[in-house]
Nanobody, 123 residues
Framework: EVKLVESGGGSVQAGGSLRLSCVAS????????MSWYRQAPGKERKFISV???????YYDDSVKGRFTTSRASAENTVVLQMNSLKDEDTGMYYC?????????????????WGQGTQVTVSE
């Protein structure tokens, strides 16, 4: 069973930093992409960042220059370093996994999601 577990959320003041982690387990892959999304209360889930299998990254304009996503040294772990946090960054942060197994099958049409970690930024 594929499982994603996010951690690192919390409450911070505006201008502060948090480091989120997402650990994936229960799957066998050749390559994988990991994305971060945020869902604020009463709003739709919004794309934040992605790290591709080749190490390339892409960010929503709202977080460019403030957030950085990378692969951690621990296996199947991706982090999101969030600096210069603003109150509009508040929300539940989810990671999403899409992967290709070594038979070449793409497991992204129905991606896997974690349960989320809450980030609250106050002025």
């Amino acid at each position: 069973e594929v499982k994603l577990v996010e951690s690192g959320g919390g409450s911070v003041q505006a201008g502060g930093s948090l480091r989120l982690s997402c650990v994936a387990s229960g799957f066998t892959y050749c390559t994988y992409d990991m994305s971060w999304y945020r869902q604020a209360p009463g709003k739709e889930r919004k794309f934040i960042s992605v790290i591709y299998a080749d190490g390339g990254t892409y960010y929503d304009d709202s977080v460019k220059g403030r957030f950085t996503t990378s692969r951690a040294s621990a296996e199947n772990t991706v982090v999101l370093q969030m600096n210069s946090l603003k109150d509009e960054d508040t929300g539940m942060y989810y990671c999403k996994l899409e992967f290709r197994d070594c038979a070449g099958v793409w497991h992204g049409d129905d991606p896997y999601w974690g349960q989320g970690t809450q980030v609250t930024v106050s002025e």
